[in-house]
């Protein structure tokens, strides 16, 4: 056994979502949004849509652009990404003890996130969360498929969209409440454990991966 985990259980695989599950991106995202207000001149509320992260980024900017300059300023704000929003984010609480909690079970981290994967990976590296495996651009449903190609035991993420993605996994939904999702939210959308942070993830891990392993 090595901290709870038994060797012969199935290799552990534990999925991630990024914004709002490890890192609070919630500043740089807003000074992005602004930076876009000003290359563009079409106003965008950025604390208002930092308080809703989760859903691609195309559906909170066609709330502020019109439907034929939607790809266009999708594009800019992610050109202005890199210089605006990667400083600013900071992990958040418990956010690298989790992780060190999976590699110490000899378990793989596996980030799935609606973000595109090279920004993604720009936050990560930042802030220097060693994680195995990268993939972006899905939501949703749409995360089951990363999540069951590379064999993930668990799901932990802020948003219902996060546990309907574990649900379709076929998988476990862990859920901590530091997005724009209510405790009573995550549980409603069918998560197993909800969390207050993920400082209390590493002591519930081998609770959760018991969990996972009675699905």
């Not at 984010?89 to 003890?97: D, E, F, K, W, Y």
């Not at 595109?116 to 972006?136: K, P, Q, T």
Request: aromatic share 6%; net charge negative.
């Amino acid at each position: 056994m090595l901290g709870g985990y038994v060797r012969d259980m199935p290799p552990l695989t534990v999925g991630f979502d990024l914004d709002m599950t490890l890192v609070d991106s919630r500043p740089g995202i807003a000074a992005a949004y602004r930076a876009l207000t000003a290359r563009t001149g079409v106003h965008v509320d950025a604390e208002a849509a930092v308080s809703r992260l989760g859903p691609p980024l195309r559906t909170e900017i066609a709330r502020w652009f019109p439907a034929d300059q939607v790809e266009a300023a999708v594009l800019a704000y992610r050109e202005l990404y890199p210089a605006y929003a990667i400083t600013p984010t900071v992990p958040l609480p418990g956010a690298i003890a989790a992780i060190d909690a999976v590699h110490a079970r000899n378990g793989r981290v596996l980030v799935v996130t609606s973000k595109i994967g090279r920004l993604a990976r720009l936050h990560l590296d930042h802030l220097g969360m060693a994680v195995d495996e990268l993939v972006g651009d899905l939501f949703a449903e749409e995360k089951a498929t990363a999540l069951r190609a590379h064999g993930a035991t668990l799901y932990v993420g802020d948003h219902v969209a996060d546990m309907a993605a574990a649900r379709a996994a076929g998988i476990p939904g862990v859920g901590v409440a530091t997005g724009p999702c209510s405790a009573d939210e995550l549980r409603a959308a069918g998560a197993h454990l909800v969390l207050d942070d993920l400082t209390g993830f590493p002591a519930a891990l081998d609770r959760i991966v018991r969990l996972a392993l009675e699905q």
